[in-house]
């Protein structure tokens, strides 16, 4: 009994507390997988219920009740008369902005608001541009767009610009050129309204579906 209570008395040896804190570390390590692992399965949940349902949703309201798409260049946006007159300092995200600021038109019966996208910080600005004035219907003239859980602003290609480039500025400051997807024979998805696309936690456009993380509103057809 007494040579028990000399050990305990003793305490632990160096191989005793190295092998202790080994085990935390790979617990902590396992931990760590498996919170981005959540993380990045609700990243992908929040932005596919963007592009799949929540936009197209807000898009097909648009349509009903302004009779056309909703703009995605300031060409067609300073068609409107609401909005003649408004420009903004440079191309880039164009598609995006021109996008929120119809879908926050004042005539709408339901303007999209902060609260109305799944994503938890749902607007950006990752190109720091604004508008030469406030645009009606919206609250600053920051030119803000609708951006993903990753921070990249979502793609919004109408029928009319299917085969142009468009230009968009990701997260990480790197702008990128994104096309409309076409099917294997050569058609568009979605070839008489509109894609949208998400480019994913890389930011980059992927050709194969099967290899990327591109999130968008159709489903890819094998080749």
Known sequence: MRRGMQRLQRGFTLIEVLV?????????????????????EKDKMLTTQLVQSYLPNTIERY?????????????????????????IGNGTNECNECLLVALRHPDLSARLGEGDLPTENPFGNT???????????????EAREIIDSWGNP???????????????????????????????????????TYQIISLGPNGVQDEDPDLGDDIENFKRVKE
């Open 20 to 40: 202790v804190v080994s085990i935390l570390a790979v617990l902590m390590g396992l931990i760590s997988i498996l919170v981005l692992k959540s993380r990045g």
């Open 63 to 87: 349509k009903q009740e302004i009779k056309k798409l909703p703009p995605m260049t300031m060409g067609e946006l300073s068609a409107n008369k609401r909005w003649e007159g408004l420009t």
């Open 127 to 141: 190109d720091d541009d604004i508008w030469n004035m406030v645009p009606d219907g919206s609250d600053a003239v």
């Open 154 to 192: 979502v793609v919004y290609i109408s029928k009319n610009f299917y085969g142009q480039p468009v230009k968009i500025m990701t997260a990480s400051g790197e702008e990128v050129d994104v096309m409309a997807v076409q099917k294997p024979n050569g058609t568009y998805y979605n070839q008489d």
